[in-house]
């Protein structure tokens, strides 16, 4: 099959254009292609295809797919940069015309940004059927032509880290344990010479004084693992590291704050930070990107049981604070404090952590972005300059003090873990929490708990978990190595 690309005409009544692949594929058939454009009915719009057969026998199908306008570039208002938006929702529609089809191999037009095609394309296709027996056929991207190999390759690279995120999200959390989560991280970097897995297990987490996170997992029967990460490319070795942590609850039933049973079964994937930030780091090593990574995942399931956290409760963090756990269903936060707390022992250039931490930052931006809080702005140039191209947006939230006497003022202990005035800005008292453990001046929070999965929202990604915002880490990282070499 062959996917060629079709802007809109910019006035009335001037004519569409076929892309630049699909005029020279018109002259392979003498111009059967625009003849069937132009009698097959209505000009094609942004995002909707025409499929035609027995064009040519290399190609026996032939898909042509809306682009919108030629000269789409960034939309100020939007927030990315449009035109490489709708290559990849226009690429994804055809790609997955092919496989309704059931043509095992596709040949894509690089519709002028061959990153953003390959980005369509490989993540257009994915789905997670690894436990069915029926599948969808497998069809086989390829470029069409060889101009842009390289950026071919690289939007293929940076669409497969993000399809890596959304396979270990989706997949059952009796597949995808504490455990099984290390193991296929490790085995994914595991032919990278630059790169040293350590799994540690609930006794190194224990003499590190992780009070916080072992209160949390010790409510299951799974054991929990502190998976580290360290991918170093950088120019020297020693040169301060990116700093990525990720919450990696495999399961979260709520603990004895139960959560309802509608919708329980998603909480598989509330380990979505930890697989953003490994899938990041797999990218990174994929394309070797020349800087230190590294990355931190506190692993362990948050059940009820006779072991689990009560709320009232206080634990004590690995910075000695004390925490009263007034809802055990808070417990991403807990997590993070421990893990963020030894992030500082790396001297970090800056610290990024990812986490599906609040139900209100859904109600704040649903699916729409990436909420980022912020000490640096600095950092949050870089990360929403990154976001621009990868249209994976961000948007930054406040970390005002207002939010950090929420869950400061406390009867117990030197922190609560909610605010106080419960719903209240949810998010942002969640953000104040976390702040209460970084001392370094660089540090982002990303709370992905809206983009964590997708109705039909990104037309480029199937119904299911997402892998967000994967490639706009990538491309953050790709920029700061960028920094470090000018």
Request: proline fraction near 5%; hydrophobic fraction near 40%.
């Amino acid at each position: 099959g062959l996917v060629v690309g079709f802007y809109s005409s910019e006035k009335a009544e001037g004519a569409a254009q076929l892309t630049s692949a699909g005029d020279a594929f018109d002259r392979l058939v003498s111009g059967k292609l625009r003849e069937l454009l132009a009698i097959s009915g209505p000009p094609l719009k942004k995002g909707k295809t025409r499929v035609f057969h027995g064009l040519h026998q290399d190609f026996p199908s032939v898909v042509v797919v809306g682009l919108g306008k030629r000269n789409a570039g960034v939309n100020d208002q939007e927030n990315w940069n449009e035109g490489k938006e709708n290559i990849r929702a226009a690429v994804a529609v055809g790609c997955r015309q092919i496989q309704d089809l059931e043509i095992p191999c596709v040949e894509v037009d690089p519709c002028g940004d061959a990153q953003a095609a390959a980005e369509g394309a490989v993540l257009g296709l994915h789905e997670y059927n690894e436990l069915k027996q029926k599948k969808k056929p497998v069809v086989t991207p390829q470029l069409h032509g060889s101009a842009e190999s390289e950026a071919w390759q690289k939007g293929v690279i940076y669409a497969e880290g993000q399809n890596l995120a959304r396979y270990l999200m989706e997949a059952p959390a009796n597949y995808i344990t504490p455990i099984k989560f290390a193991e296929h991280i490790e085995q994914k970097l595991r032919s990278f010479s630059n790169v040293k897995v350590h799994i540690r297990p609930e006794s190194w987490i224990a003499t590190q004084q992780m009070g916080a996170f072992l209160s949390v997992a010790k409510g299951s029967a799974e054991a929990p693992i502190f998976l580290e990460i360290h991918y170093l490319a950088g120019a020297n070795t020693n040169d301060s590291p990116l700093v990525f942590v990720g919450k990696g609850v495999t399961f979260d039933s709520g603990g004895i704050s139960l959560k309802p049973s509608s919708g329980m079964d998603a909480m598989r994937a509330d380990m979505g930070g930890a697989a953003t930030i490994c899938s990041a780091i797999v990218t990174a090593a994929a394309l070797n990107l020349p800087l230190n990574i590294i990355g931190l995942a506190p692993l362990c399931e948050n059940m009820p049981s006779g072991k689990a956290n009560k709320p009232g409760d206080v634990v004590r963090a690995k910075n000695g604070k004390t925490i009263q756990v007034d809802n055990t269903d808070a417990e991403g936060r807990l997590l993070l404090a421990d893990a963020l707390c030894y992030a500082h022992n790396f001297n970090p250039r800056a610290i990024v952590n990812a986490a599906t931490l609040t139900g209100a930052m859904d109600v704040a931006l649903g699916s729409a972005a990436t909420g980022v809080f912020t000490n640096s702005s600095w950092l949050w140039t870089h990360l929403y300059e990154a976001s621009i191209l990868t249209g994976d947006r961000v948007w930054r939230m406040p970390l005002f003090e207002h939010y950090t006497k929420q869950v400061t003022d406390c009867p117990l202990a030197d922190l609560s873990n909610i605010g106080k005035y419960s719903r209240a800005g949810g998010a942002c008292t969640a953000a104040a929490f976390l702040k209460e453990f970084v001392t370094a001046s660089h540090w982002a929070h990303l709370d992905i708990a809206g983009v964590m999965s997708n109705k039909d929202e990104v037309p480029y990604l199937r119904k299911g978990m997402a892998g967000r915002p994967t490639r706009t880490l990538v491309e953050f990282a790709a920029r700061l190595s960028q920094d470090s070499h000018n």
